[in-house]
């Protein structure tokens, strides 16, 4: 691997072609304020080519450059072939990646000056922010106000995108397998086809982790999609018109919905819930009473609920759910889902029109050992802390489909959306660095701390102080860190200013002139 120290001793003309490639790419150069490193290298016109660092900057193409800091200068003269071969190297480059934020930046970086063919694979054609899947399955949020076309999303940054599911990979061939895809009336709309790769990058998320439990992938809803979201939203909405119609009283579990896993999925849907189905229930469903007829079950095994989190949150959010009226059962493992509810392992039986399943995750399961990447017991792969996989180089994996080493920590990097969003960050240095021949860097996950969304009611969480320690936020505070976390997302999709403004004028998110999903 190239360094910075090694490309010194390149022969003059090849150092004339470099100097004159980075005037062609009229360079913007700075020093790091911090370490006074440098000068580092970007685009002029603000497109930013790499290493983002500091604040201060020296506007000059590279023979002003040259003079301002000597044109022997090592390091000058190191960082600028570093960067022009970054650019020679970079047009001969081809990224398969599955990760939107990521194929957005990279799109716009490199992909835009055509640096590199940037492929984003994705199974489903709209993309949505997974954190608000509950709040679509409650109907707090419509699905489609949050949905970003794949397509459009890649002609406007510059990325390709390929509508299809992975299913296979061939290392040494450097190709992923697509699976057929085929419409709902089973008609084939593209055949199983292969795609080559020079760099690939896995970032297929997880799947909720029933553990094989009986009667569980049958009966119960997991919220995994907004398919399935939706799905459960349908369903709640059915069952409260059809007790609106019956001629009978409403019976016993009919309106009742058992929710398994007291982590933060769980706990918010339950608050949601509890909130929107008397929305709907008071658009003149008066057959109902919700106090009397709704009743909402959080079950988990262990012996709080927000197990991951601490007490602290766990015990606040408790405190709002019992006043909710929502019944929280703490300590009581499922030993099976039936068709009209949920069976405890001590044989109790919990009635319920509707079940959700929220405990757990594992990696999607095609993941498990594929050609030869080593994987763990819920299916991750296994990364080091440059997030290239254990066996291969080529292929690195991030988000919650890896296992990521975290040091300090007995268990790895946690499948958390702020942990796929630090890694989506480092990825875009990561895969410029690799394409440029740099030493690679190493991961560190920053925990911010966590904030639970109790819907209308509040938000409760800790954030990490500037001292290193938690400090508990609850309210107002609490609602708009929560918010910022979906604003950076927003932020690496549409740019800062777009996310911003939106804000203020809704509607400014760019929108396809036609339908594309
Ligand atoms: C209901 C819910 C609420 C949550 N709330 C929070 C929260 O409040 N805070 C928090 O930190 N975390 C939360 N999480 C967890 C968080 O959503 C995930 O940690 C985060 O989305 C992981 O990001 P990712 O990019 O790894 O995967 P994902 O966001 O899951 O993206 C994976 C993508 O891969 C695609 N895909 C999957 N398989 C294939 C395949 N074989 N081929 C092609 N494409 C494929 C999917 O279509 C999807 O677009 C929540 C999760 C859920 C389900």
Redesign the pocket.
């Known amino acids: 691997m190239k360094t910075a120290e090694n490309q010194g001793s390149a022969d003059t003309s090849r150092e004339a072609e470099l100097l004159s490639k980075a005037a062609e790419f009229s360079f913007r150069a700075r020093m790091d304020k911090k370490t006074n490193e440098g000068p580092i290298f970007e685009r002029a016109k603000g497109s930013v080519v790499w290493d983002v660092n500091g604040k201060e900057y020296i506007d000059f193409n590279s023979g002003q450059m040259c003079s301002a800091l000597g044109h022997n200068h090592p390091t000058v003269t190191a960082a600028i072939k570093q960067a022009c071969d970054t650019m020679l190297h970079a047009h001969s480059s081809h990224y398969n990646v ?3 934020e990521l194929a957005t930046r990279l799109g716009e970086s490199l992909g835009k000056s055509e640096g590199a063919r940037i492929t984003l ?4 054609r709209t ?1 949505i ?3 608000l ?2 709040s679509i399955a409650a109907g707090d949020l419509r699905r489609s106000q949050q949905e970003l076309d794949y397509l459009a999303q890649a002609h406007w940054s510059h990325f390709h995108y390929r509508n ?4 296979g990979l061939d290392r040494v061939g450097r190709t992923i397998t697509l699976a057929a895809l085929v419409d709902e009336d089973g008609r084939e709309i593209t055949p199983q086809s292969s795609l080559a790769y020079d760099t690939l990058v896995i ?4 799947v909720t982790n029933d553990f094989g439990t009986p009667g569980a992938a049958k009966f119960a809803i997991p ?3 907004p398919e399935q979201a939706s799905r459960f939203n349908r369903r709640l909405v059915n069952a409260l018109l059809r007790a609106q119609s019956q001629h009978e009283p409403i019976r016993p579990g009919q309106l009742h919905v058992a929710i398994i896993g007291a982590g ?2 769980g706990a ?2 339950a608050a949601e819930l509890h909130h929107t189905a008397r929305q709907i229930i008071a658009y003149g469903l008066d057959k109902i009473d919700p106090e009397h007829d709704l009743r909402i079950v959080l079950i988990d095994a262990a012996d709080r609920i927000l197990p991951a989190l601490p007490a602290r949150i766990a015990n606040a959010t408790h405190d709002l759910l019992d006043k909710l009226g929502v019944e929280v059962r703490t300590g009581a493992r499922v030993a099976e889902v039936l068709p009209d509810g949920v069976k405890l392992a001590d044989g109790q039986i919990i009635p319920s029109e509707l079940v959700v399943w ?1 405990a757990g995750v594992r990696a ?1 399961a ?1 993941l498990r050992a594929i050609d030869g990447l080593e994987t763990n017991r819920i299916d991750q792969l296994l990364v080091r802390r440059t997030l290239q996989t254990t066996q291969d180089d080529r292929v690195f994996a ?4 890896a296992s990521c080493p975290r040091p300090g920590y007995p268990e790895p990097v946690p ?6 969003h630090q890694m989506g960050e480092f990825m875009l240095r990561q895969l410029r660095d690799a394409i440029a021949g740099r030493p690679l860097r190493e991961f560190t996950y920053r925990d911010f701390g966590s ?1 639970v ?1 109790l819907g209308k009611y509040s938000t409760i969480g800790s954030l990490m102080g500037l001292i290193g320690r938690n400090f508990f936020i609850e309210g107002y505070f609490a609602r708009l860190a929560y918010r910022s ?1 979906y604003q950076m997302h927003e932020a690496a999709l549409h740019g800062r200013f777009r996310t911003l403004l939106g804000l203020v004028v809704p509607g400014v998110r760019p929108a396809p002139t036609v339908k594309l999903h």
């Open positions: 599955k990760e939107i694979v994705d199974r489903s993309h922010w997974k954190p899947l509950h299809g599911e992975m299913i970032a297929v998320g997880s919220l995994d999609t933060a999925t918010e849907l929220c999607p095609f991030m988000g919650d489909c499948p958390r959306a702020q942990a796929a904030l969304s976390l």
